[in-house]
């Protein structure tokens, strides 16, 4: 009978991988916490943290979810993936940022590259000698910008 147990929970869990794969959060989310009653594998935990805080708002749960993923598991890339975009949604873009590159350093992860990606690295200041938030270089920086030299 337990073996039963884990063999569906196994089972919602690569549903919810999928659905998770094809943008569909809630189907995920329910079908990660049908698996969790079945069988509570905390290798999920990341992924129901990133889904409680993507669909319910939740972002405190669930970057608490994917650290405690994290302790037990340092050296997988997909939790560094999701507690990056946990971070994004709680505006954290540096730490995101610093996760995300930990998590490449990990084991090599096209999404993890993708998000890296998307989310680009800043050009120098106009005038580098400067601070970077002083007006001079923030505005010289916007009228190049607007112009197409930068």
């Known amino acids: 009978?337990?073996?039963?147990?884990?063999?569906?929970?196994?089972?919602?869990y690569q549903r919810a991988r999928k659905a998770l794969d094809s943008g569909n959060v809630m189907a995920a989310l329910l079908l990660l916490e049908s698996a969790l009653r079945h069988q509570d594998n905390p290798q999920w935990h990341a992924m129901l943290g990133y889904c409680i805080a993507k669909e319910r708002g939740q972002v405190a749960r669930g970057l608490e979810l994917c650290r405690a993923a994290l302790e037990q598991y340092p050296d997988n890339a997909e939790y560094y993936y999701f507690y990056g975009r946990l971070l994004l949604m709680a505006g954290q873009k540096a730490e995101a940022v610093q996760a995300l590159r930990q998590g490449f350093a990990c084991?090599?992860?096209?999404?993890i590259l993708k998000l890296l990606q998307e989310l680009g690295t800043r050009k120098p200041s106009p005038i580098r000698w400067l601070r970077r938030n002083n007006p001079l270089n923030k505005y010289l920086g916007i009228l190049l910008a607007r112009i197409g030299l930068r």
């Open 1 to 12: 009978m337990e073996q039963v147990l884990m063999e569906s929970a196994e089972k919602e």
């Open 107 to 111: 084991g090599e992860s096209s999404s």
